[in-house]
């Protein structure tokens, strides 16, 4: 199943680092964020928390992007604009930057999605919403081919499987830069371009600065070798979980507009499709985003109970 190895250069300085680096997150919000660390097929993977104690609660499963941790997505509390109280799992994807061992399979096979499956079953989570972004969305969709009864619901946030990654110039070169000089400098112009659409979409200058120290790190102390998203083109046709599409209109890994054609085409169970205006490929980070995904979940959840209730 593995076939790839990525790993810290110095697994206990860079591992003080990125416990450190969580440390100050953790104050900035005022959480203390669970930790789970559970065996897998990929070896141990770690996950992040939030009220994953209250069992009556509905349960979210997260799946970062490519080179950044799940908690991304709590940068500015932003999980508290989902305004539905929910049992929050952060993935932390075997093979990027983060607590997980490095171990990967092979990105275009099933494995990501028996993977996923595992990480269910290691948290007794017997049904979620599941939401992904860019790499995270490809996760989901293999979770939701291998496994679519463990998944109430599936949300895309610029998912990095309905396409290949954009070759044009200024994708390429805003990527390519903070990679060849992975100067705090570099990766700042990086976000600006391709991540974020400022003023509209932009994070607290504490979260930003962050997010930027942590890109420095991932890049300059991290071997990655994981294999990076690709189109899944007919294997979309497999995936069996009602799925929402979130797009941002600035995306330049990903452009909107190809990525909701193949969706529309490929995906059966394809629900409904939001582009976000002026919003970058760090869609995860938008309110308005995560608003939606939480008033979409209490919606289906009130639909489901009540039609159980007259069942």
Not at 233 to 246: A, G, R
Request: hydrophobic residues 35%; positive net charge.
């Amino acid at each position: 199943m593995v076939i790839r190895k990525s790993y810290f250069k110095n697994e206990k300085q860079d591992r003080d680092y990125f416990e450190n680096w969580v440390s100050q997150l953790e104050k900035e919000n005022n959480r203390k964020y669970e930790r789970y660390e559970i065996e897998t097929s990929l070896g141990k993977t770690h996950v992040w928390g939030l009220h994953t104690k209250e069992e009556q609660l509905d349960t979210l499963v997260i799946f970062p992007g490519a080179r950044t941790t799940s908690l991304i997505w709590d940068f500015d509390k932003g999980l508290d604009n989902l305004h539905h109280k929910m049992r929050v799992f952060m993935v932390e994807t075997n093979g990027l930057p983060n607590l997980s061992k490095g171990d990967t399979p092979d990105i275009k096979g099933l494995d990501y999605g028996v993977w996923a499956s595992e990480v269910f079953e290691k948290l007794h989570i017997e049904k979620a919403f599941i939401a992904g972004a860019s790499f995270g969305g490809l996760v989901c969709m293999k979770l939701g081919i291998v496994h679519p009864e463990k998944v109430h619901a599936a949300f895309l946030l610029n998912p990095g499987c309905l396409q290949p990654f954009s070759l044009t110039l200024k994708n390429l070169y805003f990527n390519l830069l903070p990679i060849i000089k992975p100067s705090k400098k570099n990766v700042a112009r990086f976000l600006d371009k391709a991540v974020f659409s400022k003023p509209n979409h932009q994070l607290s200058e504490f979260s930003e600065n962050m997010l930027i120290d942590y890109e420095v790190f991932a890049i300059s102390r991290y071997k990655d070798k994981t294999q990076k998203p690709y189109y899944m083109n007919e294997q979309l046709e497999e995936v069996k979980v009602d799925t929402y599409l979130l797009l941002g209109d600035k995306d330049l890994l990903f452009p909107y507009q190809k990525s909701g054609d193949n969706a529309k085409r490929q995906l059966k169970k394809l629900k409904e499709t939001k582009v976000y205006e002026n919003v970058g490929h760090g869609i995860e980070t938008y309110d308005k985003a995560l608003r939606y995904i939480g008033e979409k979940i209490k919606h289906l959840r009130s639909f489901q109970k009540a039609d159980n209730g007259n069942n």
